[in-house]
């Protein structure tokens, strides 16, 4: 089993950056490839971005390429994310999840955080 904790989330201007970490404690964490998902109210939770298991691998949308940054250091069991140029729409409950395999779909991650929030004002 892996436990995940989030931290870093913060009122923010448009515009300003941020950086978000996952502290991951339990099974070999760098065994699994792990995402950051945002969840807005009412909303599914949808994936941000994603690294695989060395950090080789990065997987980015459009929407935040440019922007976002994940990176992963397994010595110290961490997952950031860097997020700068953030807009209203970044907006969102954050949330790490550990899985097997790198997938969009929340329901392929096997563990999950409890989530940081995160809001952009304009």
């Known amino acids: 089993q892996v436990q995940l904790v989030e931290s870093g989330g913060e009122l923010m201007q448009a515009g300003g950056s941020l950086t978000l970490t996952c502290a991951a404690s339990g099974r070999s964490f760098s065994t699994y490839v792990m995402g950051w998902f945002r969840q807005t109210p009412g909303k599914e939770r949808q994936s941000v971005v994603g690294i695989n298991w060395n950090g080789i691998s990065t997987y980015y949308p459009d929407s935040v390429k440019d922007r976002f940054t994940i990176l992963r250091d397994n010595a110290k069991n961490t997952l950031t994310l860097q997020m700068h140029r953030l807009e209203p729409e970044d907006t969102g409950v954050y949330y790490c999840?550990?899985?097997?395999?790198?997938?969009?779909?929340?329901?392929?991650?096997?563990?999950w955080g409890r989530g940081t929030w995160v809001t952009v004002s304009s």
């Open positions: 999840a550990a899985g097997l395999k790198w997938s969009d779909w929340p329901a392929d991650y096997d563990y």
